[in-house]
């Protein structure tokens, strides 16, 4: 008991102390004299509120609401005054117990055969007063003052609970607040013997925080009171909000010692403020200083988030001069209830019947300004003559009352028509009892409790045998009962399940809506409940602060669409950030997402970056401009090349046709004109079959129209040799059937090559996944590189050669020599597709495909015109050159 000696110096030698010593006493076993231990000295008034019973359980309550500044501190004793200003709310709750205990009595099965008995005392928020109130209950005497309480109810402030729970934790009696809400009473280490019926104030901050989560307000400002109350509520809400998107612009906080220049303060930060709902964690005194502010600087399109401590109170709720600011105020509140029969109850109360309530005869006096009765002054003189500091101050409490006394004997006597029947007046109203009920509930705790400790087992019990092991009324001890009421189950009158969760009530709230009356007004209207984690909310039945149903925004940067993320804003909240577009290939779906998500590989983002659609198949078809240029090149080449066919067909017996056998003419006409068509099998959507025969019948053109140059030049080359003194010889290696025979062998040779790619390893139809777009390729994909560069290098290595032998022979002693031409065709051949290679493999998609028919038809077209243009000029525009004189001139 080290808090034994600290309290001695406190007051020595006070009659504080010498009580607090009884206690000690008491439970010790120790004499101590009975005047001592029934003296109250220093309470604010003699008055209390008592029955008497078997069991008596204590009660404590802050009646009286106007006690002196400064008192809520330690200070010297003898400097107290007595508390004045009853409140009627207060007493509403005191007579809730009363009604509870009347309840219990009357029920045969609880407490069968024990009458509960209560002595309720007023603590007027003072620690002292509070501290020897449940003193005097706890260490009363059966002599004088009565037995010892074994429980407390009370008190309402978690100060206090917490101050007289420190002091008279040793003793084990248990408490049950029915409004300490602080979160520190919930550690049970800390505080073994406190439980209550209210919930702690971390599950009301979890529900605010739930609402501003539901509502996405993602963008507030918090108000709180400068205590624990304020500052740990704001700390539960700032930690269940983490990671969910919810910023606080700004936490102000307000001390009562300088509520006034904190009020302005407040309401200068909430107009400056971008942040559209407020959270207010406050006394409603507090809160009316901080409203009144706001309606003198004309704010009133803010959204309040209310804490049980203001959201109901009727003080607000009445004040026309906050009301435009006020309106639309979203709370938690108190859970209410009904108590059925307690309105009965309480408009029945009268002096005449209740002559020993002392409370009931100044609220009548206060009420209907007139004096039920003669006043008896009950002066409580100390059996011992001893002068202490406590004669003292009983003085100054005996004056003080005897003033009051005096003042209230001025006043008529009741006519006796006086009644609470048709009183208004906040004692009366039952609408919605939420302390109230709180204490209701209280009460019945203990009861079961009381009844769980003072049960016997069946077995047995009639003779007796068991009677050792049962509790007597009359020697109650505090640590069984505290036993009992932590395994406590129960079910209410009302038909509610309660037990405590580790001294705690189940978290069950009211969600509580201010809203507009035609007389200007405000209404507290019931719109949800929160029973635990969940939230079941009547959001229709909402009205908001800009007077409609529409929810309120509060954001700091609005919630980028679906298409957009989130791009944090360097140094600032994470609520405030900038919507950038997703990139190419990427999708956001939800509004305010963090990250863009990539598309499968074979679909890509629409336009507006909200889905991903498939990607497009493209391939070069006969529509697009590119493939209607190619075509109309390939088809314009066949055309030509037919003409230049029917035109060297048609002269066919002139010296310019039959020049280095003609019939090689016609076949390389045949082949250029091969070469043009092939390129139109490369154009369209492609197949298993297009894939197949389009790079065979490139293959084997080509090379059928390189042969015929090759063989052409070795031709020119033989002629000019066999002209030489002992080579006649040599033409008849080279005549006509051996020229057609080289033709169809080194076209052979590349049907052959074409025919073992295509049956082993040849190209297919596929969609090309790599390139990133909103379309995916459809080509014939080279599934052997090996048979494609045996295709194209057969071609080049014929090229090569004929390129250098018509080399040699470009300076024979012609008039006409063709191998001239050749050369000239060849060198644009082989320069068009040396180009071609790198270009081939760079280029993307669909392009592909095109580059390989540009190299078609450019060398097609080089080929043709290089070798039959000067021939088809002579031909047509210069005949007279067309003979074989001027041929064979050198």
């Not at 989560?213 to 108000?223: D, H, K, N, S």
């Not at 006597?413 to 048709?422: A, D, F, H, Q, R």
Request: proline content about 6%; charged content about 15%.
């Amino acid at each position: 008991m080290s808090w034994f000696p600290w309290l001695l110096t406190q007051w020595p030698s006070s009659a504080l102390s010498l009580l607090l010593l009884s206690v000690v006493g008491r439970q010790m076993g120790l004499e101590v004299v009975q005047a001592i231990v029934c003296s109250r000295w220093g309470a604010p008034s003699n008055k209390s509120l008592s029955q008497d019973g078997d069991v008596i359980i204590g009660g404590l309550f802050n009646l009286y609401y106007k006690p002196s500044y400064g008192e809520q501190v330690f200070t010297t004793l003898p400097h107290y005054e007595p508390c004045t200003g009853l409140d009627p709310e207060v007493l509403q709750n005191v007579y809730a117990m009363a009604f509870a205990v009347k309840e219990i009595n009357r029920n045969n099965i609880l407490l069968p055969g024990v009458k509960l008995g209560y002595r309720i005392f007023d603590s007027c928020v003072r620690y002292p007063w509070a501290l020897q109130a449940a003193l005097s209950l706890v260490a009363g005497d059966e002599h004088s003052c009565g037995q010892p309480v074994p429980l407390l109810i009370g008190d309402a402030a978690s100060t206090t609970t917490i101050f007289l729970s420190r002091i008279l934790g040793s003793l084990s009696v248990p408490f049950i607040s029915y409004l300490s809400s602080c979160p520190c009473l919930s550690d049970k280490n800390k505080f073994p013997n406190v439980f209550r019926t209210i919930p702690s104030d971390i599950y009301q901050a979890r529900a605010m925080a739930q609402l501003a989560i539901r509502f996405r307000w993602t963008w507030m400002g918090a108000v709180v009171v400068n205590n624990d109350y304020g500052l740990l509520a704001i700390q539960a809400f700032q930690e269940e909000t983490q990671g969910k998107g919810v910023c606080l612009e700004f936490i102000e906080t307000l001390r009562k010692e300088t509520i006034e220049s904190d009020a302005r303060r407040v309401a200068l930060t909430i107009q400056a403020s971008t942040a559209r709902v407020i959270l207010i964690f406050c006394w409603y005194t507090e809160v009316k200083k901080v409203f009144l502010e706001l309606a003198k600087i004309n704010v009133t399109d803010r959204q309040f988030l209310a804490s049980e401590a203001w959201s109901t109170n009727n003080d607000l709720l009445r004040n026309l001069a906050i009301s435009k600011v006020a309106s639309g105020v979203l709370g938690v509140a108190i859970r209410s209830s009904t108590i059925p029969g307690f309105e009965n109850y309480l408009r029945s109360l009268h002096p005449i019947r209740n002559p020993d309530d002392d409370f009931l005869r100044e609220f009548w006096e206060n009420e209907f300004g007139c004096s039920p009765g003669a006043l008896q002054l009950h002066a409580a003189p100390l059996s011992s003559p001893l002068k202490t500091r406590s004669d003292h101050v009983a003085n100054v409490s005996s004056s003080s009352t005897a003033k009051a006394s005096f003042q209230k004997a001025s006043l008529s006597p009741c006519s006796g028509t006086e009644s609470l029947e048709g009183l208004h007046n906040p004692i009366t109203d039952t609408s919605q009892l939420r302390v109230t009920y709180n204490v209701y509930l209280a009460v019945y705790a203990a009861a079961h409790a009381l009844h769980s400790l003072l049960s016997c087992p069946d077995t047995d019990s009639s003779h007796g045998n068991n009677s050792s092991t049962c509790s007597s009324p009359k020697h109650i001890k505090p640590i069984e009962l505290l036993q009992h009421l932590n395994n406590l189950h129960f079910t209410t009158p009302q038909g509610e399940m309660f037990y405590f969760q580790g001294g705690d009530a189940p978290a069950k709230y009211d969600l509580v809506n201010w809203q507009n009356t035609p007389e200007g007004s405000l209404k507290l209207v019931l719109i949800g409940r929160v029973d635990g984690f969940d939230l079941h909310l009547n959001q229709s039945a909402v009205q908001w602060s800009t007077g409609s149903n529409q929810v309120p925004t509060s954001v700091c940067s609005e919630s980028c669409p679906p298409g957009t993320r989130v791009a944090n804003r360097k140094g600032e909240p994470l609520c405030c950030f900038d919507c950038i577009p997703c990139a190419d290939g990427e999708i956001s779906k939800k509004p305010g997402s963090l990250h863009c998500e990539r598309c499968p590989l074979e679909f890509w983002s629409n336009a507006k970056r909200t889905a991903c659609i498939p990607r497009q198949l493209d391939f070069l078809s006969f529509n697009e401009t590119l493939g209607i240029t190619l075509t109309t090149a390939a088809v314009s080449g066949t055309v030509v090349t037919t003409a230049v066919f029917v035109v060297f067909l048609y002269y066919r017996q002139t010296p310019m046709v039959r020049a280095n056998n003609s019939e090689l003419s016609f076949l390389l006409l045949l082949s250029l004109k091969l070469c043009f068509l092939c390129s139109l099998v490369f154009i369209g959507r492609p197949s298993v079959w297009a894939c197949r025969f389009q790079q065979a019948a490139f293959g084997i053109s080509f090379v059928l129209c390189v042969s015929c140059l090759l063989v052409k030049t070795i031709v020119v080359l033989a002629v000019f040799r066999s002209a030489q003194p002992g080579a006649e010889a040599l033409m008849k290696w080279f005549g006509p059937g051996q020229q057609r025979g080289s033709v169809c062998l080194f076209t052979s040779i590349q049907i052959i090559i074409c025919a073992t790619w295509l049956s082993l390893s040849p190209p297919v139809p596929q969609r090309d996944l790599g390139f990133q777009g909103s379309k995916v390729t459809l080509e014939c994909a080279m599934a052997s590189v090996v048979g494609f560069s045996l295709v194209l290098g057969y071609i080049g290595l014929l090229a090569c050669t004929c390129l250098l032998l018509a080399f040699f022979a470009r300076k024979l002693p012609d008039n006409f020599n063709e191998a001239k031409l050749i050369t000239f065709s060849m060198l644009i051949f082989c320069a068009v597709w040396v180009a071609f290679v790198p270009a081939y493999v760079s280029s993307p998609g669909k392009y592909v495909v095109a580059v390989e028919i540009f190299a078609i038809l450019a060398s097609t077209y080089a080929l043709l015109l290089c070798i039959f243009a000067p021939k088809c000029f002579i031909i047509l525009l210069r005949p007279e050159k067309n003979t074989k004189k001027h041929l064979m001139a050198r």
